[in-house]
């Protein structure tokens, strides 16, 4: 965000209607609101399937394929305007200070000498945004967090939105997106944000609101269909889903079927996680310890419906695990109710983060 758009942001009833997309794997779903008062109404949304052969671990294979789909959500919703999602398999992120008193125009040229020595790509192929924290004391360094792609995986979301006539107004990392959805934006402290999807689970971990660390496990819901298949044979994926989330982790007396058949891969979904918790706590500085420690896992994503998940994960890593409210920063519940229910609602967190970007005051 730059700080022309900070100060002069123009008032929500003048902006144009703006998509946020997030492409998967799997799936493309998108999300458009409209200004609502002092908060946001949904006005379109979607969730189209992304056919196998088009996207691999966030790389597009076939630009022609996904701009097909592009060209679907262009043609019903008539927006051309849109913030797509980067994925985090393809990000670099990094910490860094400036100067209390740098110019804002001299920032971006500043942190240009930080990149070579933190990302392994050369500056001349580096595309990079930046958000600065703030100080601890006036006067002293400002802590930056910068995120990194090549300009070639960059290019390629571009190019696919053009050749459908819509036009990227930013991309982001599909973890900070998230962020922005489910955290209170006056947060000071660090949380890990886990986007359990059909194909991966994606991790961010996010302090006073900046994403710092952003990580991506190659198992999803996909995998708990295979395993409850070994176990209970060969049935629809709708039946599927509606045993993780009605049976899911609770074992029970009478039925331990479902959880002795998936119990084996959310351990390994868990003990991934783990991981990623402990290597983050041993980078953590002396004196900043108690406000980067992980306070909490928020957790989001269309498979997080698995029933037991929260508990299953809090009592093994030892930290609060609650599903998000992914319109906590939209709109009250109590005064409005969107046409995407509860479980759905789950899987559309990065593509709401990113359409609530196009309003001010949710920058």
Known sequence: MSILRRFLAPPNYLLLPCLGIDVSDTSLKYVEFSSRGSSLKLEKYGDLDVPEGIMHQGEILDTEGLAKVMNEVRESTGVSLVR????????????????YDTPYKEIR????????????????EALFDYQIMDAEKEGE????????????????????????????????????????????????????????????????????????????????????????RRQLGDKEESDLTEIKNTLGLVRTFEDATAYDAMITTMSAIKDEVSTRMQYWNSRINIKDSKDQQIKSIILCGGSCNLKGLPDYLSQTLGVDVVRGNVWRNAFDLNDYIPPIDKKHSYGYATAIGLAMANFKTYD
């Open 84 to 99: 797509m999602a980067l994925p985090e398999e393809k990000a670099y992120l990094f910490e860094t200070t400036v100067e």
């Open 109 to 124: 040229g500043n942190l240009e000498f930080h990149l070579e020595e933190n990302i392994p790509i050369p500056l001349e």
């Open 141 to 228: 360094p400002m802590k930056v967090a910068v995120s990194a792609y090549t300009r070639k995986t960059v290019m390629k979301y571009y190019e696919v939105a053009k050749m459908v006539g819509m036009h990227p107004l930013s991309f982001e990392v599909e973890a900070q997106a998230i962020a922005r959805a489910v955290l209170d934006p006056e947060d000071q402290g660090t949380h890990l944000v886990l986007d359990f999807g059909k194909s991966r689970t994606g991790i961010g971990i996010v302090h006073k609101g900046s994403l710092l660390y952003t990580s991506t496990i190659e198992i999803g819901g996909r995998e708990l269909s295979i395993a409850l």
